[in-house]
């Protein structure tokens, strides 16, 4: 599986767009980019994945460059309970394993 | 998606002895996997659990220390053997469900270890 990397850590003011990014410079054309998040004490949770075109769902919006090398995840208008660990994953179909790396730990400031 | 349901949600134990983690879900799953997530850090996988067969372990992990078993499609079980301090972790329990796509791949609420 190709690797990610984040940043570590990241702020933002409730209310406002957070912009997550995520680089994978090394994903081969047939690796979806997935985002998951983790809410203290909680199991991991789906947000969105995509192959290359940007998506949108009812939780978040999902920005890939047209050479697939990194990707946003963008949440429209935070809240203090998106306060949570994201991370992002690269890997081929729904049914592989989901290998974690760092994350970032979003902070949602009142 | 699943619902998993994991037991026990928190455990104290003493050092040198056994602990067996179950995962039990509401529909029959395609795969099964057990993570661990030590204290501030993120999630590490432990193994895949194959249904009638020896678990799949990743690097670092091994059967005699957490022994896997996966009698059929909806139950496992994950045993922390011989346990020290540094075990002390949350494990989790995921689960596949074909079919479901992306939204297939759910986490239990995970079992609270600390080992004293």
């Known amino acids: 599986d190709a690797k990610t990397t984040q940043p570590p850590s990241m702020d933002c003011a409730e209310g406002r767009a957070a912009n997550l990014p995520c680089n994978h410079s090394t994903i081969s054309g047939n690796e979806y980019v997935y985002w998951y998040r983790q809410i203290h004490s909680q199991g991991p949770q789906y947000i969105i994945h995509?192959?290359?075109n940007n998506e949108t769902n009812e939780m978040a919006s999902l920005i890939i460059t047209e050479d697939r090398k990194s990707s946003t995840l963008i949440l429209p208008h935070a809240t203090l309970r998106d306060t949570a660990v994201y991370y992002c994953i690269v890997r081929q179909t729904s049914y592989d394993k989901v290998i974690f790396g760092p994350g970032t730990s979003l902070s949602v400031i009142p | 998606s699943a619902v998993i349901s994991q037991k026990p949600s928190r455990d104290i134990c003493q050092r040198g002895t056994s602990l067996t983690i179950q995962c039990q879900v509401d529909?029959?799953?395609?795969?099964m996997f057990w993570y661990r997530q030590q204290p501030g850090q993120s999630l590490t996988l432990i193994a895949t659990a194959n249904q009638g067969s020896e678990a799949t372990y990743e690097s670092g992990f091994v059967i005699d220390k957490f022994p896997i078993s996966r009698p059929n499609l909806t139950f496992s079980t994950l045993t922390v053997s011989n346990m020290s301090p540094e075990d002390s972790s949350i494990y989790l329990c995921?689960?596949?469900?074909?079919?479901?796509?992306?939204?297939?791949?759910?986490f239990g609420s995970g079992t609270r270890l600390t080992v004293v």
């Open positions: 529909s029959q799953v395609t795969m």
């Open positions: 995921s689960v596949v469900m074909e079919g479901a796509g992306p939204y297939g791949y759910t």
């Open positions: 995509g192959l290359k």
